[in-house]
């Protein structure tokens, strides 16, 4: 295999590990493609407060549906002077409070994290039999007739149950009689009618207890939906104006008849609710979502390193773009410069100080650099001494801009220190040497060949697109890397040789 065969093939291997790990980060983890890209969290508080009778104590409070297309990112009970446990319950979990003896009126919190998953229909099958309810004679009958009115209006459970729930909310004189009786018997509500009316139409049916998101909601009580089977999905109801689905802004707390809370030892019980809303960048969320089982890939990453060391790295990982320009633009392009890192390293201190500012401080630096490096010349120093000469004059000239920029006000030209101060006193000694030897135009062309790289290496460094992928996929350095490979491999025309050698082509 040859040495190109390699290089293509070590190329190839290397881009296609970074965009493996990029896909996996954005399909596995959920880290977001693009910048800017946020979700809103809700911050639930539930509160319960009772009243306590002589004795022991245990509240126990059902924990929200896992199932309920809404992801928990984090979760807190507080419990001053209770003993606290979880327990499971078949498919439930109940947050348990328990106390040998209570004195006052107690409250109890727990406070949860959330925000809207992909919404996934819910099509698992009722995991009980269906049982129908022991009523009345009289209340059986009625409601019986009303079942078979409705099967004769409607052609499937979902329909079936539209028209119930419109039936039970008509105007009074627009009630069907049977309707009107149920309602009347016992002053039972909507909601349990309905039930025992689908229970005897044979169609699933459960509970759901919820809450609707309102920011700056306080004191706020759980809502109630229907939920029956049609024999593939679960569809929920509005039991009040029985309109269909789910609604946007509901969280579904609890399915089933098993109540919510449980009291023993106390009474006049309830639970309330207090409603947050926050925006939050995605990755913060991702970063959230997989604080107690991170992934290998973010546990031994980046993210793991203090806060202070990432910022510093969020720099650095721009250094690989800016390589990969610069072997563009002097590879293909054909831009002659001044080494080949001074441009990246100018461009850096360029997003330190912006670009106009940083235009002036380098050009003058160096400017002032050149006029001190000439007169040097005429000491005849050694080239280690009169390297450390050039560098204590930057240095002084850029202390000296400093303290002046602060005198007049000018908050940017202060950034002048983030200027790398080896590299302008190397970049005048080059100069100076190319002067010498090659005249005052070679100086421009790679001076100003060096400038326009840096520009071109700053304009695309400060892209956010740019400085999001590389901090969080810097996976996609092994990409750049795979593309330099390829480009280092590149042996034909640049573009400014081609216009060059114009004649040439037309002569023949």
């Not at 896909?23 to 539930?46: D, H, I, N, Q, R």
């Not at 005198?407 to 002048?416: E, I, S, T």
Request: charged share 20%; aromatic share 10%.
């Amino acid at each position: 295999m040859s040495s190109r065969q390699q290089v293509y093939l070590v190329a190839l291997l290397l881009i296609a590990i970074g965009i493996g790990f990029t896909v996996y980060k954005m399909v596995a983890l959920g880290f977001p493609l693009l910048p800017g890209e946020s979700k809103e969290v809700w911050t639930l508080e539930s509160k319960i407060t009772f009243e306590p009778s002589d004795g022991p104590v245990e509240v126990s409070l059902a924990l929200p549906d896992p199932h309920n297309n809404w992801v928990v990112l984090d979760e807190y009970f507080a419990s001053s002077g209770f003993g606290f446990s979880l327990i499971e319950e078949g498919d439930q979990t109940r947050a348990v409070w328990s106390r040998r003896k209570v004195v006052r009126p107690p409250s109890l919190y727990y406070k949860l994290q959330v925000y809207k998953g992909k919404n996934r229909p819910d099509e698992a099958p009722p995991t009980q039999a269906l049982e129908k309810p022991v009523l009345d004679p009289g209340y059986k009958d009625a409601a019986e007739r009303l079942v078979e009115s409705l099967r004769e209006q409607s052609a499937d459970p979902v329909s079936f149950t539209r028209l119930l729930l419109q039936q039970l909310h008509k105007d009074e004189d627009s009630f069907l009689q049977d309707a009107a009786f149920l309602l009347g018997e016992q002053s039972r509500s909507s909601t349990r009618v309905a039930m025992d009316v689908l229970a005897l139409a044979e169609i699933h049916a459960r509970i759901v207890r919820g809450i609707y998101l309102e920011h700056g909601r306080r004191r706020q009580r759980t809502s109630t939906l229907i939920e029956i089977y049609d024999g593939k999905l679960w569809v929920q109801f509005n039991p009040k104006n029985g309109k269909q689905g789910l609604p946007e802004n509901f969280y579904m707390w609890q399915r089933g008849g098993v109540s919510m809370l449980d009291v023993v030892g106390g009474k006049n019980s309830r639970v309330e609710f207090a409603i947050m809303k926050n925006t939050l960048p995605t990755r913060s969320i991702v970063m959230m979502e997989n604080r107690d089982e991170r992934a290998a890939l973010i546990d031994f990453s980046i993210y793991a390193l203090p806060v202070e060391q990432q910022g510093v790295f969020k720099q650095l990982l721009l250094v690989p773009i800016g390589a990969l320009v610069v072997v563009f633009l002097r590879v293909i392009i054909g831009i002659p410069t001044s080494g080949t890192f001074m441009p990246i390293l100018i461009a850096l201190a360029f997003i330190q100080t912006t670009l106009l500012t940083g235009l002036v401080i380098f050009l003058l630096v160096v400017g002032i650099g050149l006029w001190i490096r000439f007169y040097l010349s005429y000491l005849n120093l050694l080239l280690v001494a009169r390297v450390s000469a050039v560098v204590i004059v930057v240095v002084a000239i850029m202390a000296a801009f400093s303290v002046f920029s602060y005198k007049l006000g000018l908050d940017q030209a202060m950034m002048v220190t983030f200027f790398p101060t080896i590299i302008l006193a190397w970049t005048i000694e080059r100069m100076s040497i190319l002067w010498e030897e090659d005249g005052a135009h070679e100086v421009l062309i790679q001076g100003g060949g060096s400038l326009l790289v840096s520009v071109a290496c700053y304009l695309v460094m400060v892209m956010p697109v740019v400085a999001h992928l590389t901090f969080n996929f810097p996976e996609l350095l092994l990409v750049v890397l795979g593309v330099i490979l390829i480009l280092g491999q590149y042996s034909g025309y640049r573009l400014t040789e081609l216009y060059r050698f114009r004649h040439m082509r037309d002569t023949g």
